[in-house]
C-alpha cells in the first residue's frame, strides 16, 4: 500500500525484462528436458534455472517449479511443486532464503470516479480510501494430463535369470531403476505387442523388491514360495510387493518329507525314551495325500519294564491356501485303560483340520477316534500353532497325547535353511519342552496276574527336517 508509482512502474519495467529473458530460455530447453512430464503430465515451459549443489530447479510456468537431481548421464526428475500463478523465476534474499516470481492474473473492483478532464494517474487499491480489496479468485485448475498416446511408455523388461528368491532383470539405471522400486512381472504375451499383453494380463505373477542394480540390469527379490520363470515380462510399478510373512502362496506339485527325533530323559529314573515321527506327503492342485507315523514313542529305564505307544494313519485332504481339511484311516496303541481291559491296539479314524497358510500364520488340530474292543473312544490328539517371526523363520507351540499313551508339549523354531519354500528347499525345526509315556496296569479275570501301571517323563529336546523335491 506504500509503495511509490515510481517504484511501482521499476518493478513492471524488471518483470517484463525478466519474462523476456526466460521466454528466450524457454526457446532453446535441452532433449532431456523436452519429453518430460509431471505427476499431472504437464510439459515445462522453462523460464528460468536454479542450481543448488547437486540439485537443479526449473521455474516451468503453468506447470510450477520442477525439482531435478544432478550426477547421471543426465538430471533426473525428482518431483513439481504447483503454485496459484505462473512460475517465472527465482530471487534469493541477502541471508540466503530462496524466493519464487509468480506471474499472477488477478480481477479487481473499479470504484474511481474521476472528473471530466482529469489527467493524473490514479491507483485505486493504494489510496487511503480505496475499498478492501476482493479475494484473488481460485488457482487456475491444472491441465488435464496429456493423452495416453503422448505419455513415455513403460519401459519392459524380461527375466533373464531365476534363483532361489529372486531374479536378475534386464533393466538398469539406465532405464530409470533405483534400488528400492518395486518391479511387477508377468508372462510374456505371444502376440508381436508384449507391452499390450502385458497390461491385458488379469494375474500377476509376482511384485517384488530391487535389491541391486547397475546400468543394464537390476536383482529383484521375491517373497517366500513366489516363482518367475526366464523371460516373464519385468516393469517398473507403484503396486505394493505381494511378499507375504503371515500368508505367502500355496505350494503345490512337490513331495514333502518330514523328520523329527525327540530324545527326552525319565525323571527320578536311570533312562529315558524318545518320540520319532515322519510323514510323507503329495500336494496336488487342491489335494494333499500324505502318509503319517506320529509317534513312535518308547522309553525304558534300568531295572523297570519299557514301555512303547504308536500311531500311523493316511489321510487325504482338500487343501487350499487359508484352509485344510482331511479324513484318514489308521492304526494306534490304546494304553490308558481300566483295569479289567488290557492295553492293545486299534483301528483309528482321523480327522485333519489346519487354519492359516502353510507356510505363514496357522493353527493345525489332528485327532483320533478309536475303536477299541467294539467301542468308540477318544484316541488322541495333536495340535500346533505356528507364528512367522521374519522372512525363513517361524515360531512353533506343539502339543498332544491321548489314550494312545503319550502326552508331550514343546517350543520351537523352524527355519528355511536353503530354497524359497518351492521345490528343492530345506527346513530345519529344533524344539524343547517335556514328554510322558504311559501304559495303564491290568489284572486277569481271576485276579491271579496283574501289572503295574508304568509311567517315564522329563525334559525333552527335538530336532527335525523336512525335505521338498
Known sequence: MGWSFKAM????????????QNTARAEAAPEWLANQVNESGQRCAQLAERRQADQLLLACGAAGVWEFALGGAAPKFVRSYAFAGDVIGFANEPNGRLWVVLRVLEARPFSGSGAPGQSAAVFPDVTPTAPPLAPPPPAPSPPPPHPASESPPVKLGRVQRTAPGEVVISLGTSDDIARGDHIEFALAGTGEDDREEAELASDVLAIGVVTNVNTRNARVRLGLNEQVPEGALASRTRAPATSS?????????????????RPFAAVDELGGGALLSG??????????????????????VQEKGSVGAVNAALLASYDSQYIEMGLGLGVQTVNATNFVVAPGSALAAVQLLRLGARDGFNLSVRTNLALFHSQFQ????????????????????????????????????RSLLAGNGLAGSTFLTVTAGGVGVFRSGSCDDTFSGCSEDVAYGGPMAGVGLEWRF
Open 279 to 300: 510323514r510323507l506327503g503329495y500336494r496336488f492342485n487342491h489335494l494333499h495325500l500324505q502318509a503319517v507315523v506320529d509317534p513312535i514313542a518308547f522309553a525304558a
Open 245 to 261: 510373512l503371515s500368508a505367502p502362496p500355496r505350494v503345490q506339485g512337490l513331495w514333502e518329507l518330514e523328520l523329527m527325533l
Open 378 to 413: 477318544f484316541g488322541g490328539m495333536v495340535a500346533g500353532l505356528q507364528i512367522p517371526v521374519t522372512r525363513g523363520y517361524w515360531f512353533l507351540i506343539n502339543g498332544g497325547g491321548g489314550n494312545v499313551g503319550y502326552g508331550f508339549g514343546e517350543l520351537g523354531l
Open 9 to 20: 512502474l521499476s518493478l513492471t519495467a524488471w518483470l517484463g525484462c525478466f519474462s523476456l
